[in-house]
């Protein structure tokens, strides 16, 4: 069985500020990670994923995340945030093979300017 | 376009009433997804379906009921005997790529029961 735990489940951050939202997951099989994005009342957007290869990956909009195996982790990273990256993000996960997602009970980014 | 939709976006009821609500895709998509949101606790699954006439129970398929008649199609029921009803319901659907299932979301629909 698969779990993930975002520790923080509200981050607040000034614009231009650099943040990391934190996930970490636990599994006994290979996964895939994936990290969305809501904002109020929408549904989810897929932000990022990791599958395999580079632990490095990133989004469109500016944002990033490495997959660290040994400390079972795929934070989420951006330099410089906006106003407009004030949303819910949720960190998921899913074994290899399988159709279901675990995810993560979600962090709160508020941008303050 | 392609995509998911959930209607209505808002829904109320009264308590003790089934109410069903809608979700269609023309995504293709063989898999398609329940879940329901609440503050502070993520996404729990519901109900999944991997292909028409076949679904699954999640991990609080109780007081719900789904159907998949159609591949576009895959309504979900809340029933009197949930508990504890008000919530965000999302419906979502799944493609293979690359190896994994990459899901995708609908607008979801907020149902209120009083």
């Known amino acids: 069985a698969q779990s993930v735990t975002q520790l923080d489940s509200q981050v607040p951050v000034f614009e231009e500020a650099p943040v990391e939202l934190r996930c970490n997951y636990s599994?006994?099989?290979?996964?895939?990670l994936f990290w969305y994005v809501q904002y109020p009342n929408q549904g989810l957007q897929l932000l990022l994923k990791?599958?395999?290869?580079?632990?490095l990956v990133e989004s469109i909009n500016g944002f990033e995340a490495e997959f660290n195996k040994s400390q079972t982790s795929f934070h989420l990273r951006k330099p410089s945030v906006h106003i407009s990256d004030t949303a819910e993000y949720f960190c998921?996960?899913?074994?290899?093979?399988?159709?279901?997602?675990?995810f993560g009970t979600g962090t709160r980014l508020k941008v303050l300017a | 376009d392609g995509g998911i939709t959930q209607s209505p976006k808002y829904l109320f009821r009264k308590e003790g009433q089934n109410v069903t609500l809608s979700c269609e895709q023309n995504?293709?998509?063989?898999?398609m997804y329940w879940y329901r949101q609440d503050p502070g606790q993520g996404l729990r699954l519901i109900y999944y379906?991997?292909?028409?006439?076949?679904?699954q129970k999640g991990d609080i398929a109780e007081g719900y009921s789904v159907s998949r008649e159609k591949k576009e199609s895959f309504p979900l029921t809340v029933t009197s005997a949930q508990k504890n009803p008000t919530a965000f319901y999302l419906c979502?659907?799944?493609?293979?790529?690359?190896?994994?299932?990459?899901?995708?979301f609908g607008p979801g629909t907020r149902l209120t029961v009083t």
């Open positions: 995504l293709n998509h063989d898999a």
């Open positions: 990791y599958l395999s290869g580079s632990t």
């Open positions: 998921a996960v899913s074994a290899e093979g399988t159709y279901k997602y675990i």
């Open positions: 379906s991997q292909i028409v006439n076949d679904f």
């Open positions: 599994s006994s099989v290979s996964v895939y």
């Open positions: 979502a659907s799944s493609v293979l790529a690359g190896g994994v299932y990459e899901q995708y």
